[in-house]
């Protein structure tokens, strides 16, 4: 009988296709467990679930009475939002799993520092604050962390809510900007808000993903960002694979991600770290107990010719691995920006982009008349870009192109739109 894997997924996650379509590959049954009905109940049958991941210990409860009629081999939070519910099934179901704790940790970023700062591993300088701070607690907080400075908080991803400060007075500004994003309701935060205070450190960033076996971390692809944001805001939008940096800098950034993983206790399944290679050094700035986010997987292929999501899929079950080193040639994927607030009316030059040399995919992922949010506050991007070519500059200049082969068309937001949601992918 072939395993049968659970994904707990948002439903506006971009992530179920990929993951479904690896399971296909596979042979694997899969069970969708999310937290509306999915659109592919009437195609699998007794094989969707539906519950809320932002409550984790009751999504393990109904996941549970689930499994003992439908048994499951094997449970697998795909993004950001269903990590910890995916733990507390995992542990309720006695599957492999990581800690309950551990994926808190990776979720709250007071106690991801603190368990990095208990081991010794290096990371901003940081402090912990409320939106409600007073001048003097501003004070004390950049006189710990000193200026330039950067103000987040502590469980919201993709830089949303994320300000550089470089004064006194810019500090005030984005506790204040972000207290006000986290007053949404939607967000369902505390007022006042938790937030961190971090020392800002210049320099390049990457992302390395990685796929932990048994405690045992297989490093995966480490990416460049070329376009890496200074600030005052922090939008990602290029990733280049492999990385260009040079064999030491590689290993002082897989040596460091291996000590932040332990540090953190996640033994099981994928990883996505932050880091910056600073003056002093390489320091983390994120650790995910996920893979990478929306559809930038689609660059990632491995030797076998398998996706990324078919290694998360064969490590859960307990299936050989396969080949875990990076397919020949180089892969970008950029994230495209929202340029502007506004609904969106069009967007013009795809069919150009797509005929970039290298472009595999391009994705307008966001329908006509949605109201587009840049970040701060936004919590989508408009799309995404693939390309493959023989090397990664190759692959970053084709990127390049296509995104300059598109043009976005934005009218003023209507009045009756709510400001903060983004409607439809």
């Known amino acids: 009988m072939a395993p049968s894997v659970m994904l707990v997924l948002p439903t506006r996650s971009y992530r179920a296709a990929a993951f479904l379509a690896a399971a296909r590959d596979?042979?694997?049954?899969?069970?969708?467990?999310?937290?509306?009905?999915?659109?592919?109940?009437?195609?699998?049958?007794?094989?969707?679930?539906?519950?809320?991941?932002?409550?984790?210990?009751?999504?393990?409860?109904?996941?549970?009475?689930?499994?003992?009629?439908?048994?499951?081999?094997?449970?697998?939070?795909?993004?950001?939002?269903?990590?910890?519910?995916?733990?507390?099934?995992?542990?309720?179901?006695?599957?492999?799993?990581?800690?309950?704790?551990?994926?808190?940790?990776?979720?709250?970023?007071?106690?991801?520092?603190?368990?990095?700062?208990?081991?010794?591993?290096?990371?901003?300088?940081?402090?912990?604050?409320?939106?409600?701070?007073?001048?003097?607690e501003l004070h004390d907080a950049a006189a710990r962390v000193g200026f330039p400075c950067v103000v987040k908080p502590v469980d919201l991803a993709a830089s949303r809510g994320v300000i550089r400060a470089n004064t006194p007075a810019e500090l005030e500004a984005a506790v204040a900007r972000t207290g006000h994003l986290l007053r949404r309701p939607e967000l369902c935060q505390p007022d006042p808000a938790p937030l961190l205070v971090e020392s800002f450190i210049p320099g390049p960033e990457v992302a390395v993903e990685g796929l932990l076996d048994g405690g045992t971390l297989h490093i995966l692809a480490v990416l460049d960002k070329p376009d890496t944001p200074d600030g005052p805001f922090f939008e990602e939008t290029l990733l280049v694979a492999p990385s260009r940096l040079s064999t030491d800098r590689l290993d002082q950034l897989v040596r460091l991600t291996e000590a932040a993983v332990s540090a953190i206790g996640l033994r099981e399944g994928p990883i996505h770290a932050e880091l910056r290679l600073g003056p002093a050094g390489a320091a983390?700035?994120?650790?995910?107990?996920?893979?990478?986010?929306?559809?930038?997987?689609?660059?990632?292929?491995?030797?076998?010719?398998?996706?990324?999501?078919?290694?998360?899929?064969?490590?859960?079950?307990?299936?050989?691995?396969?080949?875990?080193?990076?397919?020949?040639?180089?892969?970008?994927?950029?994230?495209?920006?929202?340029?502007?607030?506004?609904?969106?009316?069009?967007?013009?030059?795809?069919?150009?982009?797509?005929?970039?040399?290298?472009?595999?995919?391009?994705?307008?992922?966001?329908?006509?008349?949605?109201?587009?949010?840049?970040?701060?506050?936004?919590?989508?991007?408009?799309?995404?870009?693939?390309?493959?070519?023989?090397?990664?500059?190759?692959?970053?200049?084709?990127?390049?192109q296509a995104l300059s082969a598109l043009r976005i068309i934005i009218a003023a937001p209507r009045s009756s739109d709510h400001p903060g949601r983004l409607a439809g992918e």
């Open 284 to 400: 983390v700035i994120e650790v995910a107990a996920r893979s990478i986010g929306g559809r930038c997987s689609g660059a990632l292929r491995f030797g076998d010719g398998e996706s990324l999501e078919a290694k998360i899929l064969r490590q859960a079950c307990g299936l050989p691995l396969g080949d875990l080193t990076l397919a020949s040639g180089g892969a970008a994927a950029l994230m495209i920006p929202i340029p502007g607030a506004g609904n969106l009316e069009r967007v013009e030059g795809v069919a150009a982009a797509r005929a970039v040399l290298g472009v595999i995919a391009v994705d307008i992922t966001v329908a006509p008349g949605a109201l587009l949010e840049p970040l701060p506050e936004g919590d989508r991007y408009l799309g995404f870009l693939i390309t493959r070519a023989a090397d990664a500059d190759g692959a970053e200049l084709a990127a390049r």
């Open 26 to 136: 596979l042979r694997l049954e899969v069970v969708v467990a999310a937290d509306e009905p999915s659109s592919l109940g009437s195609l699998m049958a007794d094989r969707t679930l539906t519950l809320d991941p932002s409550h984790p210990e009751d999504a393990a409860q109904r996941a549970v009475a689930f499994a003992a009629r439908h048994p499951v081999s094997a449970v697998i939070g795909v993004d950001e939002a269903a990590v910890s519910a995916a733990a507390h099934i995992a542990a309720g179901l006695g599957l492999r799993h990581n800690s309950v704790e551990a994926v808190s940790a990776t979720r709250d970023k007071r106690e991801l520092r603190r368990r990095l700062a208990a081991r010794a591993v290096a990371q901003p300088v940081s402090t912990a604050i409320t939106s409600a701070a007073t001048p003097q």
